[in-house]
């Protein structure tokens, strides 16, 4: 049971144009979101998060937005250069028992940026 | 780079041997986590290492054991290997004990391989 789904596998973008990559969750408990861009042959790296007390939160060309009615974020990259051309992960965590989190990640969209 | 380190890079055994992945944590980093993302899944969290104890337990078999050493350097130990634990296999590391503010930082992964 995928309790964080990212539905597009793939995007392809212009150069210079909007990417925006969705996510969507089904556990009401997440509380903090994050973001994490993987280049092939390398780990994930950490991008961008956003608490459930925030509908949006910026970091230069990098937007996450929250609906938390929709159980919906999603990640804008503005101006969408070809550097940016990675697998994108959403992932989000809840606090259980014992102060303890762990993170439940998504399958990835992969994005390619064309020049 | 993200100065967590992994070895080795690719490993390829038989069914029913046992392996010992190695992760070495960023510098001033407590935190050792581990993943297993398969070919049709998200990383799945394995186990997370704190100082030397466990600290929280993912989805790992019981044929999968790790460990955290006083260097704080970290072992995932996977025995009764099956076809199905092929698989890339990430180290993250974290200063702290996990919290939200808590970055993970991703080693470049190994990649088991099962025949």
């Known amino acids: 049971d995928q309790q964080v789904k990212q539905n597009s596998p793939s995007l392809s973008v212009q150069e210079g144009r909007i990417s925006i990559l969705n996510c969507d969750y089904t556990n009401s408990m997440f509380d903090y979101f994050l973001w994490y861009k993987k280049y092939p042959a390398e780990g994930p790296t950490f991008l961008i998060s956003i608490s459930s007390i925030k509908d949006k939160n910026e970091d230069g060309r990098f937007t996450v937005f929250l609906n938390k009615s929709a159980k919906h974020l999603s990640l804008h990259i503005v101006p969408s250069q070809p550097g940016d051309s990675a697998v994108y992960f959403c992932a989000a965590t809840s606090k259980n028992a014992g102060n303890n989190r762990k993170l439940i990640w998504g399958l990835g969209t992969s994005l390619a940026v064309n020049p | 780079d993200s100065g967590v380190t992994q070895t080795p890079k690719h490993l390829i055994t038989a069914t029913g041997q046992r392996v010992t992945l190695r992760c070495s944590p960023r510098?001033?980093?407590?935190?050792v986590y581990w993943y297993q993302q398969s070919l049709d899944q998200g990383l799945q969290f394995l186990i997370q290492?704190?100082?030397?104890?466990?600290?929280a337990k993912g989805n790992i078999l019981e044929r999968f054991s790790a460990q955290q050493f006083p260097d704080l350097h970290s072992e995932l130990n996977l025995s009764s290997l099956e076809l199905g634990d092929s698989a890339l296999y990430f180290c993250a590391s974290s200063v702290g004990t996990g919290s939200t503010t808590d970055t993970q930082y991703f080693g470049p992964g190994t990649r088991l391989t099962v025949l």
């Open positions: 290492y704190y100082n030397g104890e466990e600290r």
């Open positions: 510098s001033g980093d407590l935190s």
